[in-house]
């Protein structure tokens, strides 16, 4: 048996059949999946074009994974379980994470986190959205990730969440909505700086990036579903704006990471549909 094992890794698929714009890059993504099947896809969280607002593009999103033809895990972005509470204004523009919007999160994508061990790897899936949020779920997320670390061995290891722990800079200010919130970070850092941590794969920004911080490899995965031109979206990291996904390769001393354009991937602009799928926006 091969001691290698493929993890694709998907993010902000903003799937939805209120507004199905998004689901024919979805159909094309699925595809893939079904003509080379990973041990696991991991979708690192907006899989929901808006669930925090609408519960029901939560379901949307956990039927079209369930017809995946292999082993799926989502940890939540923003657009599914709300955002940082400082971020949101009460104006509506932005929704902040509550105790409800984490119930109804997990009711519809299951488990907002995850630990897998293969072969000689740990794994591990972390509620991004809890990071800042001082809700009681985030100490006790923090105490499972410190366990899970702790118990970890001599395996190498892997974090997925929603948003990029930094964009540049361990050190750099916040809370912004680009990245987790520094109080959060500082709490992330013993495991940021862990030798056997080889990989960060984080989304959100609908760009892809990659980063070296010590032993680990920062990954921004793009979005299959669109990109958003410098107008709407400023230059925040230098990376490619094109719709995709990443395919990790895990191997007994590291991780081989590709970026999948996934060819027939419609290259879709969010400007050009932004009013009408996310109509808050004009408020
Ligand atoms: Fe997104
Ligand atoms: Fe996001």
Same mark, same amino acid.
């Given at each position: 048996?091969?001691?290698?094992? @493929?993890?694709?890794? %998907?993010?902000? #698929?903003?799937? !939805?059949? /209120?507004?199905?714009?998004?689901?024919?890059?979805? /159909?094309?993504?699925?595809?893939?999946?079904?003509?080379?099947?990973? +041990? *696991? %896809?991991?979708?690192?969280?907006? $899989?929901?074009?808006?669930?925090? +607002?609408?519960?029901? &593009?939560?379901?949307?999103?956990?039927?079209?994974? =369930? =017809?995946?033809?292999?082993?799926?895990?989502?940890?939540?972005?923003?657009?599914?379980?709300?955002?940082?509470?400082?971020?949101?204004?009460?104006?509506?523009?932005?929704?902040?994470?509550?105790? =409800?919007?984490? $119930?109804?999160?997990?009711?519809? *994508?299951?488990?907002? /986190?995850?630990?897998?061990?293969?072969?000689?790897?740990?794994?591990?899936?972390?509620?991004?959205?809890?990071?800042?949020?001082?809700?009681?779920?985030?100490?006790?997320?923090?105490?499972?990730?410190?366990?899970? +670390?702790?118990? $970890?061995?001599?395996?190498? *290891?892997?974090?997925?969440?929603?948003?990029?722990?930094?964009?540049? &800079?361990?050190?750099?200010?916040?809370?912004?909505?680009?990245?987790?919130?520094?109080?959060?970070?500082?709490?992330?850092?013993?495991?940021? &700086?862990?030798?056997?941590?080889?990989?960060?794969?984080?989304?959100?920004?609908?760009?892809?990036?990659? @980063?070296?911080?010590?032993?680990?490899?920062? @990954?921004?995965?793009?979005?299959?579903?669109?990109?958003? !031109?410098? #107008?709407?979206?400023?230059?925040?990291?230098?990376?490619? @704006?094109?719709?995709?996904?990443?395919?990790?390769?895990?191997?007994?001393?590291? %991780?081989?990471?590709?970026?999948? #354009?996934?060819?027939?991937?419609?290259?879709?602009?969010?400007?050009?549909?932004?009013?009408?799928?996310?109509?808050? +926006? /004009?408020?």
């Amino acid at each position: 048996m091969s001691d290698e094992f @493929r993890v694709v890794q %998907v993010s902000d #698929t903003h799937v !939805s059949h /209120r507004h199905p714009h998004f689901l024919a890059n979805w /159909r094309r993504f699925a595809a893939a999946m079904a003509a080379d099947p990973p +041990r *696991l %896809v991991v979708n690192t969280g907006d $899989a929901s074009l808006a669930g925090a +607002r609408h519960p029901e &593009d939560l379901v949307a999103a956990a039927g079209l994974h =369930a =017809a995946l033809p292999c082993a799926w895990r989502i940890v939540p972005g923003n657009h599914d379980a709300g955002d940082h509470p400082a971020l949101c204004d009460g104006s509506g523009r932005r929704l902040e994470v509550t105790r =409800a919007r984490l $119930a109804a999160c997990r009711a519809a *994508l299951g488990p907002d /986190r995850f630990l897998e061990d293969i072969g000689g790897w740990r794994l591990l899936g972390i509620n991004g959205m809890l990071l800042g949020s001082d809700l009681p779920e985030e100490e006790e997320q923090f105490d499972w990730l410190e366990a899970a +670390r702790a118990g $970890a061995g001599g395996r190498l *290891l892997a974090l997925f969440l929603h948003k990029p722990p930094f964009l540049s &800079d361990p050190a750099e200010p916040g809370p912004v909505y680009w990245s987790v919130d520094p109080r959060a970070r500082a709490r992330l850092m013993g495991l940021l &700086d862990d030798p056997r941590l080889r990989l960060v794969g984080c989304g959100h920004l609908h760009e892809h990036f990659a @980063r070296r911080h010590g032993a680990a490899e920062m @990954r921004c995965c793009p979005s299959p579903a669109f990109v958003a !031109s410098p #107008t709407l979206q400023p230059e925040l990291a230098g990376g490619t @704006r094109e719709t995709g996904w990443l395919e990790h390769v895990f191997h007994p001393d590291g %991780v081989a990471t590709r970026m999948v #354009t996934g060819g027939d991937l419609a290259p879709t602009l969010l400007d050009d549909v932004v009013d009408e799928v996310y109509p808050e +926006r /004009r408020r």
